[in-house]
């Protein structure tokens, strides 16, 4: 079946970077792209950018582009997403989600990433 | 402050109808589609309609999406209380070139 399984928990200081992976099986990972999601405690959902299974190509949210950076591995179907200078606003639960495109619905989900920036 | 906006909240009975509804602008629900997804307590989100009103493989015909110019409804009939969850809107902005999301809605069911 098709699966996104994510990275454990992580804890990190304030100013630290973190690196979540997302791998992918259960399809064929070049032909959809993967989107990256937070949620802080309590609050609504963060588009945070989309990196293509295929080339690579990255399209970031704007409030996020210069900490963040989303590669993937076709070798072994693996997204990663990874955030720098963290501070404390950036704890949150983070998703991987599949994806047709950039612009298209959010079709299978990663069972998230707890990531707590706390001094 | 979200770009979407939805209602906070929502509430219902068992077998009753709610709808929920998303408002946006020409830049996002008004020119491109709109995507609904629900989230169950303690789990990630799961699409629940997409292209406006379309179903994913699963999903039961309970629930129903619409869309006119720049707003969008999500339409639940039948409610059973496994339905009780938060429900988010989510499209394409062309002006921002990201993905945006409502702010959320917490169903209950009476």
């Known amino acids: 079946q098709v699966q996104l399984v994510q990275s454990g928990a992580e804890v990190k200081k304030p100013g630290a970077s973190v690196k979540v992976s997302c791998k992918a099986s259960?399809?064929?990972?070049?032909?959809?792209?993967i989107s990256w999601v937070r949620q802080a405690p309590g609050q609504g959902l963060e588009w945070m950018g989309w990196?293509?299974?295929?080339?690579?190509?990255?399209d970031y949210a704007q409030n996020l582009q210069d900490r963040v950076t989303m590669t993937t591995d076709t070798s072994t179907s693996t997204a990663y997403m990874e955030l720098r200078s963290l501070r404390s606003d950036d704890t949150a639960v983070y998703y991987c989600?599949?994806?047709?495109?950039?612009?298209?619905?959010?079709?299978?989900w990663g069972q998230g990433t707890t990531v707590t920036v706390s001094s | 402050q979200s770009v979407l906006t939805q209602p906070p909240s929502a509430s219902g009975t068992p077998g009753q109808r709610v709808t929920i509804s998303c408002s946006g602008s020409?830049?996002?629900?008004?020119?491109?589609?709109v995507y609904w997804y629900q989230q169950l307590p303690g789990t990630a989100p799961k699409l629940l309609i997409y292209?406006?009103?379309q179903r994913p493989s699963g999903v039961p015909d309970r629930f129903s999406g619409s869309k006119s110019g720049p707003s969008a409804s999500l339409a639940i009939s039948g409610l059973r209380s496994e339905d009780e969850a938060d429900y988010f809107c989510?499209?394409?902005?062309?002006?921002?070139?990201?993905?945006?999301f409502g702010g959320g809605t917490k169903l209950t069911v009476l």
């Open positions: 020409s830049s996002n629900i008004g020119t491109n589609y």
């Open positions: 292209s406006n009103n």
């Open positions: 990196v293509g299974g295929y080339n690579g190509n990255t």
């Open positions: 989600a599949r994806s047709r495109g950039m612009s298209y619905g959010l079709d299978v």
């Open positions: 259960g399809y064929t990972f070049i032909s959809y792209g």
């Open positions: 989510s499209g394409w902005d062309d002006s921002l070139s990201g993905v945006v």
